[in-house]
């Protein structure tokens, strides 16, 4: 069984910028949700997406926008990047649904310079 | 709004140790209860996952309690070790799409 993959692992990028992070949700995983840790802090949620369609959002500006793809994969994209979108970017799938165990990936460090 | 708090934020012990780290969330109707562990720039690891209806849940040394009434889970780590040294984070979601995660415990076992 294959487990969540995110890439790129590291990622530094300029302000103003785009970026466009990737994840390979589990194997018989539907729901790919997507969260922001800044360093000291817990995870935010950024947004959720079940079966290709968007399933909630945190308090994040239209900028961070999201896909997800037939196979259940998903991709975070983020525009006009600022010094404060610096974080680690963790993606987690779960088999149903958002309300049962939550697997997650290593996790993409991006640095806004 | 679900708020997470878990105490302490930083614990040190020596190896051999029991010991309990406190989760506690201000809405308690929750989905469930997740207890994850995070190594230094590394992503979560799922350790126990306490369903709403449960009061308890074990894995080898590990054991976590949930009780909904007064917002509270705990974790208890049996006979601590060097490779038990992580983050611990609880999340406590009230909806099916959102973790509300605390700020972590910041654990250390000294050998």
């Known amino acids: 069984e294959t487990g969540v993959t995110q890439s790129p692992t590291h990622l530094i990028k300029t302000r103003g910028q785009q970026v466009t992070l990737r994840c390979s949700s589990q194997?018989?995983?539907?729901?790919v949700s997507w969260y922001q840790q800044a360093l000291g802090q817990g995870p935010q949620f950024i947004f959720q997406?079940?079966?290709?369609?968007?399933?909630g959002r945190g308090n994040f500006p239209p900028r961070f926008s999201g896909l997800q793809f037939p196979n259940y994969s998903s991709e975070l994209n983020v525009n006009a990047l600022e010094l404060d979108d610096s974080a680690l970017y963790l993606c987690?799938?779960?088999?149903?649904?958002?309300?049962?165990?939550?697997?997650f990936g290593q996790g993409t460090r991006l640095t806004v310079v | 709004k679900q708020e997470v708090t878990q105490i302490p934020a930083a614990l040190s012990v020596p190896e051999g140790e029991n010991l309990v780290l406190n989760c506690s969330f201000t809405?308690?109707?929750?989905?469930?209860l997740q207890w994850f562990r995070q190594d230094p720039g590394k992503g979560l690891t799922s350790l126990l996952l306490?369903?709403?209806?449960?009061r308890e849940q074990t894995s080898g040394r590990l054991n976590a309690s949930l009780d909904k009434s007064s917002g509270r889970s705990t974790l208890y780590i049996a006979a601590s070790q060097p490779g038990d040294s992580a983050t611990y984070l609880c999340?406590?979601?009230?909806?099916?799409?959102?973790?509300?995660f605390g700020t972590g415990t910041r654990l250390t076992v000294i050998p």
């Open positions: 997406y079940y079966r290709e369609e968007e399933n």
């Open positions: 987690a799938s779960s088999p149903e649904g958002g309300s049962t165990e939550a697997f």
């Open positions: 194997s018989g995983h539907n729901t």
């Open positions: 306490i369903q709403s209806s449960q």
């Open positions: 999340a406590a979601p009230t909806g099916a799409n959102n973790l509300f």
């Open positions: 809405d308690s109707a929750i989905y469930n």
